[in-house]
């Protein structure tokens, strides 16, 4: 018979407590379900919004090159995928904290995610399940990175807006370049006749002004020296089928100068046909996407 120590600690788990990993919940990010805690939470929140942002970043790179609106969506999908990962984190941060998961509603209040990053959660377990377990170095660097993520959504809320407009301003001035050739057939023109071209046949160009496109640009018209143009369905929504209209105007004898959109009517001139369609009435794009030199 084996002798046993009377005073030796018991051998069985007499406190009736789980040991080992059974003493810690699992982690899952996508899910309304189960505990996290607050490094985890912070870091989490990081790093899927770096992630997001990544792919949405390169889709709406990708879709900038066959459609602006593309890039759009793909923007608009990735701030839809943040907000959706960013309330699962938020119910399971409200789990630790042994309440409702209706409390991450409290995030769409301003500052209201201090509280989900201030408040401890239950040590043990709760109604909501067992703790998360200890927090790995991972987690502690993700929690690091949401300086950087809140730099980067400040930038990209500057930067998309920013370079949509570029991209409209870019579209613009191709419809200015196609129209350099139907400019100079009409000062031609009135030199010749000292009046202003009905229309692209008078003054010396093909009757179709869909002769005159572009990628954006749809068509170049006359109508009595003024210069119509047209832009398709393949430029940014915002522009197409607007028109941008250069009118002609005459200074002494010889000098045929130009008046874009709304800009100043230029000094000392006056317009080639008074009866021709005024540029600043023609034209119906959004002085912000025009070059300096259209602007009123």
Same mark, same amino acid.
């Given at each position: 018979?084996?002798?046993r $120590?009377?005073?030796?600690?018991?051998?069985?788990?007499?406190?009736?407590?789980?040991?080992?990993?059974?003493?810690?919940?699992?982690?899952?990010?996508?899910?309304?379900?189960?505990?996290?805690?607050?490094?985890r939470?912070?870091?989490?929140?990081?790093?899927?919004?770096?992630?997001?942002?990544?792919?949405?970043g390169?889709?709406?790179?990708?879709?900038?090159?066959?459609?602006?609106? *593309?890039m759009?969506?793909?923007v608009?999908?990735?701030? *839809?995928?943040?907000?959706?990962?960013?309330?699962?984190?938020?119910?399971?941060?409200?789990?630790?904290? $042994?309440?409702?998961?209706?409390?991450?509603?409290?995030?769409?209040?301003?500052?209201?995610?201090?509280?989900?990053?201030? *408040?401890?959660?239950?040590?043990?377990?709760?109604?909501?399940?067992?703790?998360?377990?200890?927090?790995?170095?991972?987690?502690?660097?993700l929690?690091c990175?949401?300086?950087?993520?809140?730099?980067?959504?400040?930038?990209?809320?500057?930067?998309?807006?920013?370079?949509?407009?570029?991209?409209?301003?870019?579209?613009?001035?191709?419809?200015?370049?196609?129209?350099?050739?139907p400019?100079?057939?009409?000062?031609?023109?009135?030199?010749?006749?000292?009046?202003?071209?009905?229309?692209?046949?008078?003054?010396?160009?093909?009757?179709?002004?869909?002769?005159?496109?572009?990628?954006?640009?749809?068509?170049?018209y006359i109508e009595?020296?003024t210069?119509?143009?047209?832009?398709?369905? $393949?430029?940014n929504?915002?522009?197409?089928g607007?028109?941008?209209?250069?009118?002609?105007?005459?200074?002494?004898?010889?000098? *045929?100068?130009?008046?874009?959109?709304?800009?100043?009517?230029p000094?000392?001139?006056?317009?080639?046909?008074?009866g021709?369609?005024?540029?600043?009435?023609?034209?119906?794009?959004?002085?912000?996407?025009?070059p300096?030199?259209?602007?009123?």
């Open positions: 018979m084996q002798n $120590n009377p005073y030796a600690a018991p051998r069985a788990n007499v406190a009736g407590v789980d040991v080992g990993p059974e003493e810690y919940g699992e982690v899952k990010v996508f899910s309304a379900s189960g505990r996290l805690g607050r490094v939470y912070i870091g989490y929140s990081a790093g899927m919004s770096v992630l997001i942002m990544i792919v949405a390169i889709l709406a790179g990708a879709g900038a090159l066959i459609d602006p609106s *593309v759009l969506v793909a608009g999908l990735g701030y *839809v995928a943040m907000l959706v990962v960013q309330f699962l984190l938020t119910i399971q941060r409200s789990h630790d904290m $042994n309440v409702t998961g209706w409390l991450s509603l409290v995030s769409l209040i301003p500052l209201g995610v201090f509280v989900f990053w201030l *408040v401890p959660g239950t040590p043990s377990e709760n109604d909501y399940g067992k703790p998360p377990p200890p927090n790995t170095t991972g987690a502690i660097v929690a990175l949401l300086p950087l993520v809140a730099i980067a959504g400040i930038l990209a809320a500057i930067a998309i807006p920013a370079y949509q407009d570029y991209v409209i301003r870019a579209q613009v001035s191709e419809g200015l370049n196609l129209a350099a050739a400019r100079a057939a009409v000062a031609d023109a009135y030199l010749r006749a000292r009046a202003a071209p009905g229309d692209r046949v008078a003054a010396g160009r093909s009757e179709a002004g869909t002769d005159s496109a572009g990628q954006y640009v749809a068509g170049v009595r020296g210069v119509l143009i047209v832009y398709g369905s $393949n430029a929504s915002t522009i197409a607007s028109v941008l209209a250069l009118q002609p105007y005459v200074r002494g004898d010889n000098d *045929v100068v130009w008046r874009c959109a709304a800009s100043p009517e000094d000392g001139a006056v317009p080639m046909d008074p021709a369609p005024a540029s600043s009435v023609e034209t119906d794009i959004a002085s912000q996407f025009l300096s030199a259209c602007r009123p």
